[in-house]
């Protein structure tokens, strides 16, 4: 029989870590010089910026092709189209612009972050502080939210996690989406830690929390 890993950012398995010495751990540093870390990390808008124009226009001109194909079958192709490039591409456009190495300038990357953000329903400031978590201990059991398999591996909740399909039932279920989204964002604004936030912010950004959580369960509050 295999033994279900505690996976938990709150138990015994985060003290473990820290005891280990694997909290904000000293790793391996390559050989690399400045210089050559500058270049690797230079940063341009241009290319950002076709990227960006491209990608939006793509997805407008799919979504205007599901009104045009509408009621017909040919309706299958704009639909996969715009599916693909509305959530999986937004997570890679979250995922570096939230880390500013989308564009050289700085406001597009938060502007790209917040839109991202919210197409695929992260709530933008929580979500910040847990990712530079998943980096900074990365797949430490009891420090990063955010390993995608834990051991033993349910390939159904993989299947169903991928899916979305758990996330959104909280959200559109009408007797109790919006009650969820609102606990959310209460508890995270008073420091608490409830599944969806894992890591709550320090307490000056409170109040951002709570007014981009705001704006996310507007859809929802309809």
Known sequence: MIDTVDYSLTKTASKKA???GLVDADWYLPPISKKDI????????????????LWFGLIFSSGYGIYYFWQ???????????????????DSRWHESGHGTAFKTDWMNDLLYQISSFMI????????WSHARHHSDTIIIGRDPEISVPRPPNIKGIILKMLK??????IYNRRGGRVWLNALVLKTSKGLRPSGVRIPPPPHFFYKVSQKGTIFNSPVNK
Not at 80 to 86: A, E, H, Q
Not at 121 to 128: D, K, V
Not at 165 to 170: G, I, T
């Open 38 to 53: 500058r270049n690797l990390l230079e940063r341009k808008d241009k290319p950002a910026i076709f990227d960006t124009i």
């Open 72 to 90: 017909t079958y040919w309706v299958i192709l704009p639909i996969l189209i715009y599916s693909v490039l509305y959530y999986s591409t937004a």
């Open 121 to 128: 329903y992260r709530l933008p400031i929580s979500w910040r």
């Open 18 to 20: 820290k005891e280990k």
């Open 165 to 170: 399909y758990r996330f959104l039932f909280k």
